[in-house]
T-cell receptor
Framework: DTAVSQTPKYLVTQMGNDKSIKCEQNLGHDTMYWYKQDSKKFLKIMFSYNNKELIINETVPNRFSPKSPDKAHLNLHINSLELGDSAVYFC????????????FGPGTRLTVL | GNSVTQMEGPVTLSEEAFLTINCTYTATGYPSLFWYVQYPGEGLQLLLKATKADDKGSNKGFEATYRKETTSFHLEKGSVQVSDSAVYFCALSGQGAQKLVFGQGTRLTINP
């Protein structure tokens, strides 16, 4: 069984469109994250939710809006897509312990044309 | 703030060579340290971790020791294989463990 899953795996769209990426985890974890990996492979945290509440928002533009309908899901909605949004977006989840590992999804490669 | 600096890549080695990828960190308190691996076209997988000073993480022949005195967590493997070709990320999780801070990644290529 897949622990952290993301859909879609690939997303190609035009500038100005609105798109969503979905993430689900079946690990029973309380905390979920979105990370962005740029073209140089650099990874940076975007958001984190704990039990459906936002706990980290790392100066991400307002066009990005995470939504957590329940603690097993954390979706990422992006409005008015820009060329610079092209990247690979990774979802992750973590258990409650302070030393617990973060488990990552397979990533969604977003290409904005 | 917390930060991680990794050895610049890319690194190219022959099969059965010894591998070291350097990683140093800056953090307040006592972070947990991780190595993640990203195989071509895939997501990130945890390779190993260490949660306190002098701990050694190990997995699949890879090892790294948490050195607080040198703020380092270097990744080593005694004999690399072609299948080890991937991008390796050093990361830390600060106290409170709310997020991972990653190094810039090191691309490793192993030639047969």
């Amino acid at each position: 069984d897949t622990a952290v899953s993301q859909t879609p795996k690939y997303l190609v769209t035009q500038m100005g469109n609105d798109k969503s990426i979905k993430c689900e985890q079946n690990l029973g974890h309380d905390t979920m994250y979105w990370y962005k990996q740029d073209s140089k492979k650099f990874l940076k945290i975007m958001f984190s939710y704990n039990n459906k509440e936002l706990i980290i928002n790392e100066t991400v533009p307002n066009r990005f809006s995470p939504k957590s309908p329940d603690k097993a899901h954390l979706n990422l909605h992006i409005n008015s897509l820009e060329l610079g949004d092209s990247a690979v977006y990774f979802c992750a989840s973590r258990g409650q312990g302070k030393t617990d590992t973060q488990y990552f999804g397979p990533g969604t490669r977003l290409t904005v044309l | 703030g917390n930060s991680v600096t990794q050895m610049e890549g890319p690194v190219t080695l022959s099969e059965e060579a010894f591998l070291t990828i350097n990683c140093t960190y800056t953090a307040t308190g006592y972070p947990s340290l991780f190595w993640y691996v990203q195989y071509p076209g895939e997501g990130l997988q945890l390779l190993l971790k260490a949660t306190k000073a002098d701990d050694k993480g190990s997995n699949k022949g890879f090892e790294a020791t948490y050195r607080k005195e040198t703020t380092s967590f270097h990744l080593e493997k005694g004999s690399v294989q072609v299948s080890d070709s991937a991008v390796y990320f050093c990361a830390l999780s600060g106290q409170g463990a709310q997020k991972l801070v990653f190094g810039q990644g090191t691309r490793l290529t192993i030639n047969p």
